[in-house]
């Protein structure tokens, strides 16, 4: 087996496979459900959203250009607050990007049910092999894959703001039928629409100089997906107001057909099968990379970091990861999926800006390439912020979704203990 993965990935790649991930599912599968709770005020949610992704994604960004490496966050978290809590943090990432990639295959399987009528499940399932292939493949064809279904996601968002630039003002933009509470609980829900620059950084230990392409790519890509919700959230609702919109399985693709006729709508339903198919793509893809890094870092079973000699992809870790996401793809519930992956994001999100405001205290002659702006002496004021806004969305997620993703949480510190004491255990037999 061979020991390292390949460095293949420059700022084009990594920028892409950023914008690919953050511009999938959310904003194609969940917008129908995020206007039932905003109305046409749904922009607004997009926009409070953004606020967590930018500030956190500043904190991704130091850290990318101080440890770049696939275990990410895991080694944040160890570096701050020591393995316990590290391991907690990597077995959220892996759980959660499994639940988001399970969210994502049901958001394709809404828009292939809605123009074939094929079973969801087994739509949802059939992708997620397709995926997996592509993913055993190799790290370079992930990444092309990645790139030209990129350019087919952002060609949909396009085409839903041409038609809607036209409609602009035709509807109330603050109405609220759920009140300010309902902007704020769509908020929640379609941060999962953000998800994806903090996969960027699983990519370092196959990138080119990843202390300078990493943080880079990770602002380019939050940036433009933050100016394409916006404009794409307005128009959406310019053209089909938001009752309409909340009673679709493929939005999208009615506001196509609403627009334009039944070839648009099959067309942008085509373009947002090929847009969720990228996001699953790259969920499975970052998750598992974590559970690589975890492995090799020796957290995980070592058979997890096992590479193939011939195509030098983490495969082992690539199964575990598909196998989970099949299973909660079974549950069935969009909705609830992503709100799960959201608390587990949300989650790690407060340990990462604390690991970053901690190590600043720490360690405060280490190199870093580039460094959050805005302290005050040596207390940097945008991850704490970062941490306040995160926990504040972080409560407006459904009950059950907290509840799960809170057990999610307590198992992961458990395995940890478990796993500790098995160690000292065999320590002390020797």
């Known amino acids: 087996m061979a020991e390292d993965l390949k460095r293949e990935l420059g700022l084009i790649e990594v920028t892409l ?183 960027m950084v699983k990519l370092s230990d196959e990138t080119r100089v990843p202390e300078k392409t990493m943080p880079m790519g990770i602002l380019v890509a939050i940036c433009a997906s933050i100016g394409l919700y916006v404009l794409v959230s307005i128009c959406s609702v310019s053209v089909l107001g938001w009752s309409q919109l909340a009673s679709s399985s493929a939005p999208f693709a009615e506001i196509a057909r609403y627009a334009v006729g039944q070839e648009a709508y099959v067309l942008v339903s085509l373009i947002a099968l090929a847009s969720t198919a990228n996001t699953a793509l790259l969920m499975i893809l970052a998750a598992s990379r974590i559970t690589y890094g975890m492995a090799r870092a020796g957290s995980l079973p070592s058979i997890l970091g096992l590479v193939h000699e011939g195509r030098r992809t983490p495969a082992a870790a690539i199964l575990a990861v598909s196998v989970l996401t099949a299973l909660f793809l079974l549950a069935g519930d969009l909705s609830l999926a992503a709100s799960v992956a959201n608390f587990t994001v949300f989650l790690v999100f407060m340990i990462v800006n604390a690991s970053l405001v901690i190590l600043r205290h720490r360690q405060p002659q280490r190199p870093r390439p580039f460094k959050v702006p805005v302290s005050f002496h040596w207390l940097p004021v945008l991850p704490i912020l970062g941490i306040m806004l995160t926990a504040f969305l972080m409560l407006q997620l459904q009950r059950w979704a907290m509840i799960t993703g809170a057990a999610m949480a307590l198992a992961g510190l458990a395995v940890s203990a478990i796993a500790l004491g098995l160690a000292r255990w065999r320590d002390a037999k020797r």
Do not use: C
């Open 17 to 199: 496979s950023g914008i690919g991930i953050i511009l999938g599912a959310g904003i194609y599968a969940l917008l129908g459900e995020a206007a039932a709770l905003a109305g046409n005020a749904v922009w607004m949610s997009f926009v409070l959203a953004a606020l967590v992704a930018l500030f956190t994604g500043l904190s991704y960004a130091e850290f990318s250009s101080m440890m770049p490496g696939a275990g990410a966050e895991y080694l944040y978290a160890r570096e701050a607050f020591g393995p316990h809590l590290a391991f907690m943090t990597g077995w959220l990432i892996i759980l959660g990007g499994a639940v988001g990639a399970a969210a994502v295959s049901l958001g394709f399987a809404g828009y292939l049910t809605a123009l074939t009528g094929a079973d969801p499940t087994t739509s949802g399932l059939v992708l997620l092999l397709a995926m997996t292939a592509v993913l055993l493949l190799g790290i370079k064809e992930s990444a092309r894959a990645a790139v030209v279904l990129t350019f087919v996601e952002i060609a949909g968002l396009l085409l839903v703001i041409y038609v809607g630039l036209p409609r602009l003002g035709s509807v109330d933009y603050m109405e609220m039928p759920q009140g300010g509470s309902g902007v704020l609980a769509a908020a929640a829900l379609v941060f999962f629409a953000y998800k994806g620059f903090e996969e």
